[in-house]
């Protein structure tokens, strides 16, 4: 290898695809390549390469899709099916299709340790894990979505590298001890030697829209990427994307998870924002969450108000420089002027009940009549809805946290851990899955079976009657949270949402509602989950039920 006048070596090789290859650090023990486009044998084994031209796409049609008026629909590989792989997550789409999905998003598939994990916890970021089916498995899953009107959209992660198998800091200032992380050192995005490392992630971002076709990235957790350049390293990522988008032809998008509650993430660069397309809406989850639920703990003390819903649905941001009880300080910034097609709304997702003690999804803490309401608020709200796999029919399973860590000390540090975690909200330790059990990750594959069963099957006809109303009403998907309005009952918790010719009214409380609407605004029942009765200008709501009418 040669050294350059930056002091980073390199070689050109002429290499055919399929060649193992590692590399030895001043005689130290082979690794793998940091940009390693395979690993078929895991983390610690050879890299492969490969030849991306060789792949046959049959989507040359395919040019995208925006984010407003799509419905996301997140999913894990490694659950979503029995067998837990790319080739049969294709089985599984004609069920998305049918259910009106438009977007589906897959959770980080960038080779990490062991046979099964969330994949927040990836090291070999150019290469798609082994055990989901490795590079061929993956580009036929992204051809097979497009070919069925899906774009594909890939959770990446750049703010930190998983534990075991992390060779990057052996190859280059890749970390710095300038900024830290929960997880350790921060990625080095600011210090010495940093314009490789951007490089690196940069070039990342633009080999999986590239190479693997994806329509999008969500970048994760961008609060704990940490810059001080006078040009973010997302502002970079998004001059890069939108210079890839016009060589593809393809729209693409980047949806950034954050809990800052900072607006300058997703405003456009001339107006000084970093140019991110979207991100995911934490408090209108949390707030949406706290009121069918009634939780308190850790950051939905902040929640629970059927007001803070309104404000969510017209600001997004509910904290948006308003004191937090929780962090005990105030907390963001208005978001006025943006779409809140720039912003994810949901019910669920895989943190949110992945990162509870036992796992629970929504219909494990709340009736199957709030279901009901939690969905309409959520696919009737002026974001883009997202769905996680699984909740369109309420399944039964968990999603738990899991792990398959091969060192026997680290699995035994994360179980550990995640005791602990849990020890201080009062879970005794052994009612705590472990991680590393292959059970606590079998408990989490979904159990489709249930689709034709009930209650399952009432909830996904729900489900499908709210998406087909969304897609074939222009109000619906209208991003412009300035022209929706609220009215609500704190004490009887009931929620009026008028957006253009549609009204949604909700009923959180276990006693009838009495509601007052004017009739012409109740002309048209489109959908109802309860039973409803007019009273001259006063709607009288079944309890914990939700009407969508079309205004006269």
Not at 242 to 266: C, F, H, K, M, Y
Not at 481 to 493: G, N, W
Request: net charge negative; proline share 5%; aromatic share 10%.
């Amino acid at each position: 290898m040669e050294r350059d006048e930056r002091g980073w070596w390199s070689v050109t090789l002429d290499a055919a695809a399929g060649l193992d290859y590692t590399f030895s650090l001043d005689g130290g023990p082979a690794r793998p390549d940091p940009r390693s486009p395979w690993q078929p044998s895991g983390v610690d084994g050879p890299s492969r390469t490969i030849d991306h031209t060789e792949f046959e796409w049959s989507d040359h049609h395919w040019h995208g899709r925006p984010l407003a008026g799509s419905v996301v629909y997140e999913l894990h590989v490694g659950t979503f099916t029995g067998a837990g792989t790319f080739e049969a997550a294709i089985e599984r789409l004609d069920h998305l299709v049918d259910l009106g999905i438009t977007t589906v998003e897959l959770m980080p598939v960038a080779e990490f340790s062991g046979e099964r994990g969330w994949g927040y916890d990836g090291v070999d970021l150019y290469t798609p894990h082994h055990a989901y089916g490795g590079p061929e498995g993956l580009k036929r899953l992204v051809d097979a979505c497009h070919g069925r009107g899906l774009a594909v959209v890939l959770d990446v992660v750049y703010n930190h590298l998983g534990p075991a198998g992390n060779y990057l800091r052996e190859f280059g200032p890749y970390f710095t001890d300038k900024h830290s992380t929960p997880w350790g050192d921060a990625v080095n995005f600011d210090d010495a030697h940093s314009g490789e490392v951007r490089a690196f992630f940069v070039d990342n971002a633009l080999m999986w829209l590239r190479d693997y076709h994806f329509d999008g990235l969500r970048i994760d957790a961008v609060h704990a990427i940490v810059d001080t350049s006078a040009t973010h390293i997302l502002e970079q990522m998004s001059d890069a994307v939108e210079e890839l988008e016009g060589q593809v032809g393809r729209e693409l998008v980047l949806i950034a998870e954050s809990d800052l509650n900072d607006p300058r993430i997703i405003t456009n660069q001339a107006a000084g924002g970093y140019g991110i397309d979207a991100q995911w809406s934490d408090d209108f989850h949390h707030a949406l969450h706290a009121l069918l639920t009634g939780e308190r703990e850790g950051y939905y003390a902040d929640f629970g108000s059927v007001g803070a819903v309104a404000k969510a649905l017209r600001h997004a941001y509910v904290y948006a420089g308003d004191y937090s009880a929780f962090r005990r300080r105030v907390h963001g910034r208005p978001a006025a002027g943006l779409s809140g097609n720039r912003f994810l709304g949901y019910l669920q997702n895989h943190d949110q009940i992945g990162n509870r003690a036992v796992g629970e999804r929504s219909g494990a803490l709340m009736s199957h009549d709030l279901l009901k309401v939690g969905a309409a608020l959520v696919l009737t709200s002026p974001f883009v809805p997202m769905l996680f796999m699984g909740e369109e029919w309420g399944a039964s399973t968990p999603f738990l946290y899991f792990t398959a860590h091969a060192d026997p000390a680290l699995g035994r540090a994360v179980s550990e851990g995640r005791r602990r975690e849990f020890a201080a909200f009062g879970w005794r330790p052994e009612d705590v899955p472990d991680p590393q059990s292959v059970e606590t990750f079998e408990r989490s594959r979904l159990r489709c079976a249930e689709i034709d069963e009930q209650p399952h099957a009432d909830l996904l006809e729900w489900h499908r009657q709210l998406i087909r109303l969304r897609a074939s009403t222009p109000a619906l998907t209208d991003g412009r949270m300035d022209l929706v309005r609220t009215r609500y009952d704190e004490d009887a918790r009931w929620l009026v949402v008028e957006r253009g010719e549609i009204t949604i009214a909700a009923n959180g409380s276990s006693s009838p509602a009495r509601i007052p609407i004017e009739s012409r605004r109740t002309s048209e029942l489109l959908l109802h989950s309860g039973k409803i009765e007019r009273d001259a200008d006063v709607l009288v709501l079944g309890p914990e039920s939700v009407a969508i009418f079309r205004n006269g």
